[in-house]
């Protein structure tokens, strides 16, 4: 790291001390044999999850009706039934799912001052002169609120957003923050990452192009600065977005190979994108899809760029709940099964929507149940006797809870590259685990584990979370953050970002 990058960190470090430092919560009242394991996730400690109903999502593992869970430091020790631990420390896991965290492979964490500021809105103005035109996404929070964003602001939303997620069991995120106006940004943005103290991959996206913005080149000083180390909570990806134009996403996308970074992209075919797409697909952009491509949404692509995607081994993260509002276009989850490739899950933006994965579970497995259904049921007669047909050949299968939970899961973790360190409950890998009450009021009794957890639970059920051996979240109560202080600052900086930006507030607008 150079003199001029560690001056920059530490006057940074500095600027932000008031914000980090409202992390140190106060301790919580629990009884003395109810605490969460001392210096749980260093290395030596050794705890052991006992007497849950296990759902590993790693088919070699398995799953159990009851069994333990063997954590020393970081990783996973074992997983089976009655585990001998020694003199281990004792998580109590009966009546609960113990299980891998969740995985949210897009998410836009700067926003979160402007959470539920589009109830109604679209992704762009579509002219009609309605609610949902105006105020909108591109106009009102790329192109307005973005533009006002400080520092310190990204590092609240960022901070903010990490946490929240955190307590609903996502253990592992790829933050696509739009934001990098300049370089103090850009720190603000990882520094927020590394203090939420969870997984995370850090998305360098573009800024909104004003002089002493540095993207993508910026993408070297902060690789090197931050993130030298492979072996580390945070990673990398390298945004390289197909509307920033040929010029710019050619650079970015040359860069972070270089660099040996993913590369994710939008990819909105109600975004003008799908020309564009089509040419890169082709190898006719200058540059080649590969298995380091990450694309989000894919609505409204063609079927040739479609098979050139997959065949390239290219990812797809679809944010269902979003897609479906913001008028993106269909799902294309449909297009998915038939060329057999399985998405990733991710919440997008909470300006108009729930970031919890129960939310985009539930979404995935409604809408892609839904079209099929009515499939089905256009095969058949209106009237009896043939109102209730029979398949015909050829209509894809209905999703499944097992598949959905892969989805959020496992899938999460192979798109961003983390496959080797979480997404299972294998041992070797990280602790990165959750446990979910199975006796809270809007489950008990437990009848089935996986369509318990997509079908019934919300975040309320998440009472344990674990990263990477570390518990983060005990017994329904997030550790280590002073989260009244948190909501002020974020509060605080709403108020900034409003006031700015020009928009006045309207609680019932």
């Known amino acids: 790291m150079s ?24 301790p919580a009242a629990a009884r003395s044999d109810d605490q969460a394991p001392a210096d749980s996730g260093n290395p030596g400690r050794r705890y052991v999850i006992r007497g849950g109903a296990v759902m590993s ?10 069994a333990d869970v063997l954590v020393e430091g970081k990783k996973i020790v074992a997983v089976r039934p009655r585990i001998d ?8 896991a009966r009546g609960r799912i113990v299980m891998p965290g969740f995985v949210d492979t897009h998410h836009h964490q700067f926003e979160t001052a402007e959470r539920s500021f589009l109830p109604n809105g679209l992704l762009q103005n579509d002219g009609s002169g309605s609610p949902s035109a105006s105020p909108n996404y591109t106009e009102h929070v790329l192109r307005g609120f973005a533009k006002v964003y400080r520092p310190q602001d990204v590092y609240i939303n960022e901070l903010f957003a990490g946490l929240s997620q955190l307590d609903a069991g996502v253990t592992t995120v790829l933050d696509v923050s739009q934001i990098h106006h ?15 103290g969870r997984r995370a991959t850090f998305g360098y996206f573009e800024s909104d192009g004003r002089e002493g913005a540095r993207y993508p080149e910026d993408a070297r000083r902060i690789r090197d600065q931050w993130f030298s180390s492979d072996d580390q909570l945070v990673t990398m990806v390298m945004g390289g977005e197909l509307h920033l134009g ?22 909105v075919g ?8 089509d040419e890169v697909a082709q190898g006719t952009g200058g540059l080649q899809v590969g298995p380091d491509n990450l694309f989000i949404h894919m609505t409204g692509m063609s079927d040739e760029t479609w098979k050139k995607i997959r065949d390239a081994g290219a990812q797809v993260s679809l944010a269902i709940p979003i897609e479906m509002v913001m008028r993106h276009g269909t799902p294309p989850i449909l297009k998915m099964r038939e060329l057999g490739m399985e998405p990733s899950l991710s919440s997008d933006v909470e300006t108009t929507m729930a970031a919890d994965p129960f939310t985009l579970m539930r979404g995935a497995m409604t809408m892609q149940r ?14 009896p006797p043939n109102h209730w047909p029979t398949p015909a050949e050829g209509t894809p299968s209905l999703l499944t809870v097992q598949e959905v939970l892969r989805y959020a899961t496992s899938n999460g973790a192979e798109h961003l590259g983390l496959g080797d360190r979480t997404g299972t409950l294998t041992p070797g890998k990280h602790a990165d685990i959750v446990l979910l009450d199975t006796t809270a009021l809007n489950v008990a009794p437990l009848n089935n584990v996986p369509g318990a957890v997509v079908s019934l639970m919300d975040r309320t059920n998440v009472e344990t979370v674990i990263v990477a051996g570390k518990v983060r979240k005990w017994r329904g109560r997030l550790l280590d953050a002073d989260l009244d202080r948190l909501r002020r600052e974020l509060e605080a900086s709403r108020d900034y970002l409003f006031k700015t930006y020009g928009m006045r507030k309207d609680l019932f607008a």
């Not at 109600?270 to 797409?277: E, K, V, W, Y």
């Open 370 to 383: 839904m079209l099929v259904n009515q499939l089905v049921l256009d095969q058949g007669d209106p009237v």
């Open 182 to 196: 300049s370089p103090e940004h850009s720190d603000a943005a990882v520094q927020a990452l590394m203090d939420t």
């Open 57 to 66: 999502m790693d088919p070699n593992v398995g799953d159990f009706e009851v």
């Open 246 to 267: 040929k010029e710019v996403y050619t650079r970015a996308w040359t860069i972070g190979r270089e660099l040996g970074l993913k590369v994710v992209a939008h990819a």
């Open 270 to 277: 109600a975004f003008g994108m799908r020309p564009t797409l």
């Open 3 to 26: 003199n001029k990058s560690a001056a920059r960190r530490r006057d940074f470090l500095k600027t932000s001390a008031v914000a980090a430092s409202l992390l140190a919560g106060s």
């Open 85 to 92: 631990a020694g003199g281990a420390k004792v998580i109590d």
